[in-house]
């Protein structure tokens, strides 16, 4: 099931790539008068996916088919979509404190970029995912870093 955040992200992703895509047309349109050879639309095509494919905008993020997600991102959306989300904990290891802390799955709101975002006693706190160093479900390991 695809979250409403992620529909509108690609939306974005998309419309930016179109912007790339009009500004590409237009500095290539610009270039094709210079030389003949540069107005092959065929070369143009190539040599467009191969300059954005190495620059990363095009894998790196923009593309969901290709994007890798972190395995801790993964299990914290399933826990936070899960029926039983009270059953589970999140154990992250808290710099300031110096050890290790627990929070219950049900204080989860929402999952911002790489961070959990937890309501605890009113406040938010913000923990990094890769801070995230196991899941446990009533008491077990479920995922573990």
Known sequence: ?????????????????????FFWAGVWDGLGNIHPIIANPWLSLILGIT???????????????????????????????????????FKYQDHI????????????QRIEKEFLVFLDHGKEVFVPLHRVTEILHKGKTHWKA
Not at 1 to 21: L, P, R, S, T
Not at 69 to 81: G, I, L, T, W
Request: without cysteine; charged residues 30%; proline residues 4%.
């Open 1 to 21: 099931m695809v979250a409403a955040e992620d529909i509108k992200k690609y939306f974005w992703y998309v419309f930016g790539m179109i912007g790339v895509v």
């Open 51 to 89: 300059m954005l494919g190495l620059s990363g905008v095009i894998f790196k993020d923009a593309n969901p088919l290709w994007e890798v997600e972190k395995p801790v991102k993964s299990e914290a959306k399933k826990v936070h979509r899960h029926p039983l989300k009270h059953e589970f904990h």
């Open 97 to 108: 404190k110096n050890k290790e802390l627990l929070l219950h799955a049900k204080k989860l």
